[in-house]
């Protein structure tokens, strides 16, 4: 199946694709529509902002975007763009929460683009996310990008930066030559528009070198400099200037379309030369170097926690360099440490592995859990942590949880006690091993974390 192909079997089956593209096609027949966007404030989440600023603009809206650096969009986020109502509020890479319908009284119409699991049923909504039912492994990015095409309102630098946002959420390895079912059709036709960018070549590895620390790709190369771009406001004391990383990104992106054509790209500098902003991402990604060697010492000789089904539990509890230490979301730390799934899998013999980072912040705890082999899901660890949480301190704000399967994130508000999260994520994975102890017995349902 090719990728036009994928999008009629999407708008025939999936009603959500099909309610998003109608309702584009309704805006288009207004006269400068409002459009606000949020999106994520990570690569793929830039992506989305990038892709549907292009999709807006071509139909003649007024499009505004926003990125704030945090998962669940809140009401007082909006206020911020918008006096009055707007005709549609489009809500990207930031997950499908049942709060989202409160947004009714501010948009026209609501669309919500995502790829995670779903936490409720945002009525009155428009949603396009393919995980609604079960999980499907993609990208916000990819979902915007067909989105537009399917209203043929894309180009190369729409396919070049919907491939970027697959790769910043590790929907496909081009040196380890793996993809994900879902966006296979979508990365077979960019692997022959641009061959060169999945290239394997001998090199310094980057974030998304896991299993093989010896070679990379220049797709793994441009992609890693953008998620260190999208920090580079943590690096002001060096830069000697205020920006914001996740505008630094966009402006780059903007400025790449005017600039040179992404089939024109050999390597890193060929790509980061393109615009000033390059410039300052570039100049960040060298300390962003030093700060990972300085967490390497940190992840290594994690503590093993257990083994459920032949999947090794591991944890590492350390911090992040001081300039993250606030950041309410995985900076750096969790991507060092998932460069040692792959070891530990390989030194004692398991399935598969996955790595708990327990993160003490100055906002609070961060947990970080990455890997699980495809048997113990990360996404439903995390969500049911928080859920946990929340019951212990239902007064408490800043407690939320969940992401993917194989990547998710909890984060627990500095209001509640450290060792409260501590003690009842340890007796979560308890419970998980102790699931794996019965081998075929009557389990708990309600403990359930398996894909």
Known sequence: MNYRE???????????????????????R??????????????????????????????????????????????????LVSKGKVDLLVISDKGTFASYEDFSEKAENILIIDHHTPDGNPRGAVVFNPSVEQHVSTSASLMCHMLATQLSLTDEFDDFV???????????????RRCAEFVQPFIVRLMKMFPQLFKTRLGNPTMYDLVDRRRTALINQITEALHVGTLAHYYKEILKV???????????????????????????????????????????????????????????????????????????????????????????????????????????????TMIIVFCPKKTGVHISIRGGGGIIDCSRVCSQLAYRLRRLYPSHVGIEGGGHVDAAECFAGESVPMYSVMRELLWMMAEIFQQGALSGAEQDSSALVLV
């Not at 690569?43 to 809206?61: E, T, Y």
């Not at 697959?166 to 380890?176: H, K, M, N, Q």
């Not at 509890?317 to 040692?340: C, D, K």
């Open 242 to 352: 205020a920006v914001s990383g996740q505008d630094l990104v966009l402006d780059f992106l903007n400025d790449l379309v005017t600039t040179k054509r992404p089939a024109e790209f050999r390597n890193l500098d060929d790509f980061l030369t393109v615009s000033p902003s390059g410039k300052i991402i570039s100049r960040v990604l060298e300390f962003f170097g030093l700060d990972w060697e300085q967490l390497e010492s940190r992840v290594r000789g994690p503590i093993f926690l257990g083994e459920f089904r032949n999947i090794g539990v591991y944890m590492v509890l350390a911090r992040e360099v001081s300039r993250m230490q606030s950041v309410p979301f995985p900076a750096i730390l969790p991507y060092v440490a998932s460069t040692q799934l792959e070891p530990l899998k390989r030194a004692f013999g398991h399935r598969g």
């Open 30 to 79: 207004l006269r400068e529509p409002k459009v606000i966007n949020f999106s994520h404030h990570d690569v793929d989440g830039v992506a989305c902002a990038f892709i549907l600023q292009r999709l807006f603009r071509r139909i003649g809206a007024r499009f505004t975007v926003k990125m704030p650096e945090r998962f669940r969009l809140l009401e007082e986020d909006f206020g």
């Open 6 to 28: 994928q999008l009629q079997l999407l708008q025939e089956r999936d009603s959500g694709f099909a309610k998003a593209v109608e309702l584009v096609k309704e805006l288009s």
């Open 162 to 176: 919907a491939l970027m946002g697959c790769r910043a959420d590790f929907t496909f390895d081009p040196v380890e």
